[in-house]
């Protein structure tokens, strides 16, 4: 979900993809006319605004999506095989609270196969907020002031190891100002929800002054492991194929809970710590 300029969209990659990405959300079309929703909405606690939209006009959203990505020359970053993952897992979730690292032209089909859940987006860049929400203002995005770079990557894992603060008995990142990998600097909208899904796919993690994904990833993990309801985190992590993505996988997101991987995705069903103890993996 980097921006454009960077790889975000692939424009030579062949239309097959627009039609496979149109299909599916018609499919989550289909699937949200004729799904019972109504008991579940109860928990999805959206901000106003995109509550009234959603509420109001549940399937404009996915028409909307239709419409951008049947008449856009851009596509998402994720190819057909990797967004099924995704897909699947919501069309049996939805509504439900659905954490994104990351925005852009894709949001838009997050956001619908999510249509009457709560989605929300965290991005680095808040210019690329504001460029995106000029197309698609009904999306929920929050700007995130990342304090990693992608060159103390191992340096952060050597921080872990050592920090109290960082381990997972204690696992909380509200307020862990000591433990480096923590996101402490969220809304407490971020914290305050259980995310039935998380997907990361940001901050950028291709340079050494990027912020990395090393402390998305602890974040994410720490999210999962808190969960209070039922059921297990699905934490979805894009880019498994660059060396950080893949160590810092290893070391919280676990092999043992790695369900599927398809290309450069792998999917994880992580339960909560009180079921599995108190380490990470």
């Given at each position: 979900m980097q921006k454009q300029n960077h790889s975000h969209f692939?424009?030579?990659?062949?239309?097959?993809?627009?039609?496979?990405?149109?299909?599916l959300l018609g499919g989550a079309l289909f699937i949200s006319l004729f799904l019972k929703t109504s008991n579940n909405l109860?928990?999805?606690?959206?901000?106003?605004?995109?509550?009234?939209?959603?509420?109001?006009?549940?399937?404009?959203?996915?028409?909307d999506a239709i419409l951008h990505y049947a008449t856009s020359r851009v596509i998402p970053q994720q190819n057909i095989n990797e967004i099924r993952i995704s897909f699947d897992v919501l069309k049996n979730r939805t509504p439900c609270n659905f954490l994104?690292?990351?925005?852009?032209?894709?949001?838009?089909?997050?956001?619908?196969f999510?249509?009457?859940?709560?989605?929300?987006?965290?991005?680095?860049?808040?210019?690329?907020?504001?460029?995106?929400?000029?197309?698609?203002?009904?999306?929920?995005?929050?700007?995130?002031?990342y304090r990693t770079m992608l060159s103390e990557a191992d340096e952060l894992v050597e921080h872990f190891?050592?920090?109290?603060?960082?381990?997972?008995?204690?696992?909380?990142?509200?307020?862990?100002?000591?433990?480096?990998?923590?996101?402490?600097?969220?809304?407490d909208e971020v914290y305050n929800k259980e995310w039935d899904l998380i997907m990361i796919d940001a901050p950028r993690g291709y340079f050494a002054e990027a912020p990395?994904?090393?402390?998305?990833?602890?974040?994410?993990?720490?999210?999962?492991?808190?969960?209070?309801?039922?059921?297990?985190?699905?934490?979805?992590?894009?880019?498994?194929?660059?060396?950080?993505?893949?160590?810092?996988?290893?070391?919280f997101l676990c092999r043992k809970y790695l369900v599927k991987g398809v290309g450069r995705l792998w999917h994880f069903e992580i339960p909560p710590?009180?079921?599995?103890?108190?380490s990470f993996c």
């Open positions: 692939k424009p030579e990659r062949s239309w097959c993809l627009v039609i496979s990405l149109v299909g109860i928990g999805c606690n959206n901000n106003k605004a995109q509550e009234k939209f959603l509420v109001d006009n549940p399937q404009q959203l996915l028409l994104v690292f990351g925005l852009g032209h894709d949001s838009q089909m997050w956001a619908s999510n249509s009457r859940g709560n989605t929300l987006f965290l991005e680095e860049d808040p210019k690329w907020v504001e460029t995106i929400l000029k197309d698609a203002p009904f999306l929920h995005a929050e700007t995130v002031k190891h050592k920090e109290p603060d960082c381990s997972a008995k204690k696992s909380f990142i509200r307020g862990n100002h000591g433990c480096k990998l923590a996101l402490d600097m969220l809304s990395g994904r090393m402390a998305a990833i602890y974040s994410a993990a720490v999210m999962a492991r808190n969960r209070k309801g039922k059921g297990v985190t699905h934490v979805f992590l894009h880019d498994v194929e660059r060396k950080v993505e893949k160590i810092y996988a290893e070391l710590s009180s079921n599995v103890g108190d």
